[in-house]
């Protein structure tokens, strides 16, 4: 299994204004990604996040929106940038560990308020 | 498009009754299948999952799924549930290629 620490659990932000989400893992994984999830819907995938190269991002998400960052293994970063209220939403960061294909170890979340 | 949906958005239960949730995914080819829990407070845990072989799993907490390949479906199961059991279970496939597609989820509530 793995431990994920996300970083804020929770932000009151301004419109207009950037978050940015650090996510660690404790163990080294294969794939790092990033959902989220708005009141009352499920869990949608923003992106993979690559180490050292750029992000894959779902359609719908683009980068300049929503840039990700992957320096190593074991730590990745989610901007959410020039925010509206439509922003406000659960971010989770997500992990695949080696040989455990489609199983998902998630962090407990980054509630997110824009006013 | 690939889609999960899952039948029931809310269920409200009394101790002791049995469960059943159900879950069918529109995707043609090979399928990892997950059910995951997210308990109030906690963070996503997975419940159970299917890769190959018998069609019946079991996970924790008393849980267990049947895979039903002509059906498309990945329903969940408990026969006798408890209070804790109160949370939110979503059901997901792995189609490949790193993509997992969840459906909207189930709030059970367990009536003391």
């Known amino acids: 299994s793995a431990v994920i620490s996300q970083k804020p659990s929770r932000d009151i932000c301004q419109r207009g204004t950037s978050l940015t989400i650090q996510c660690q893992v404790d163990?080294?994984?294969?794939?790092m990604f990033w959902y989220r999830q708005q009141p009352g819907q499920s869990l949608t995938l923003i992106a993979t996040?690559?180490?050292?190269?750029?992000?894959?991002?779902e359609s719908g998400f683009v980068i300049d929106k929503f840039p990700i960052s992957r320096p190593n293994l074991t730590f990745s970063t989610l901007t959410v940038s020039n925010m509206s209220p439509e922003d406000s939403s659960i971010y989770l960061c997500?992990?695949?560990?080696?040989?455990?294909?489609?199983?998902?170890?998630f962090g407990e979340g980054s509630r997110l308020t824009v006013l | 498009a690939q889609s999960v949906s899952q039948h029931n958005h809310h269920v409200i239960l009394s101790e002791a009754a049995s469960l059943e949730l159900g879950c069918n995914y529109s995707?043609?080819?090979?399928?990892?299948l997950f059910w995951y829990v997210q308990y109030p407070g906690q963070h996503l845990q997975l419940l159970l999952k299917?890769?190959?072989?018998?069609?019946l799993v079991k996970g924790i907490k008393g849980f267990e799924a049947e895979f039903i390949k002509s059906k498309f479906s990945f329903n969940l199961r408990k026969p006798s549930v408890q209070w804790s059991d109160t949370a939110e279970y979503f059901c997901?496939?792995?189609?490949?290629?790193?993509?997992?597609?969840f459906g909207a989820g189930t709030r059970l509530f367990v009536k003391a």
């Open positions: 997500s992990v695949e560990l080696l040989g455990a294909v489609g199983e998902l170890f």
């Open positions: 163990s080294q994984v294969t794939m």
């Open positions: 299917y890769f190959s072989g018998d069609p």
């Open positions: 995707y043609g080819g090979t399928v990892n």
């Open positions: 997901a496939v792995y189609t490949g290629g790193f993509k997992t597609i």
């Open positions: 996040a690559n180490q050292g190269s750029e992000a894959t991002y």
